[in-house]
């Protein structure tokens, strides 16, 4: 049902800081900051030749990662996205399953303009999982 990795999302405390580290150390191509306030996240888009890594960094208390980084204040891998070719069929196949979707399982539109939804970690390796309509 997966299909291609669509990104690996890292959530970092200082985006121009680790924008830089990509971009000088690494070697990558690296986008300027692209603020989602309606994500409370800061976004930066590294292009790699077969996927993408996000780097995201909170806006705000309230921020979806705020906590993620209090409990990781270096940072860290904050979710992995598959690409499926239907959301909503890949949704109801997985709650069948017992999987549990958050929020109210209606997909939201995510940081490439696609319908996207998280999947609960303790589902899941222990890995928050977001899916994105291909
Ligand atoms: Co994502």
């Known amino acids: ?3 291609r990795l ?4 890292i959530a970092v405390r200082d985006i121009a800081k680790a924008a830089e580290v990509y971009r000088s150390t690494l070697g990558a191509a690296v ?4 603020p989602q306030p309606a994500h409370g996240v800061n976004t930066v888009f590294i292009t790699l030749p077969n996927t993408k890594i996000e780097l995201l960094e909170p806006i705000g208390a309230d921020s979806p990662i705020a906590k993620f980084l209090e409990r990781n204040p ?3 891998i ?3 996205c598959y690409e499926v070719d239907d959301i909503l069929a890949a949704r109801d196949r997985l709650k069948a399953a017992g999987a549990r979707v958050l929020g109210d399982g209606t997909p939201k539109i995510g940081a490439h303009d696609k319908p996207v939804l998280f999947l609960h970690p303790k589902d899941f390796c222990g890995t928050l999982v977001e899916l994105e309509q291909a």
Do not use: C, F, Q, T
């Open 1 to 3: 049902m997966i299909g």
């Open 6 to 9: 669509n990104h690996v999302a």
């Open 31 to 34: 986008s300027a900051v692209v």
């Open 74 to 76: 270096d940072g860290g």
């Open 78 to 80: 904050h979710h992995v």
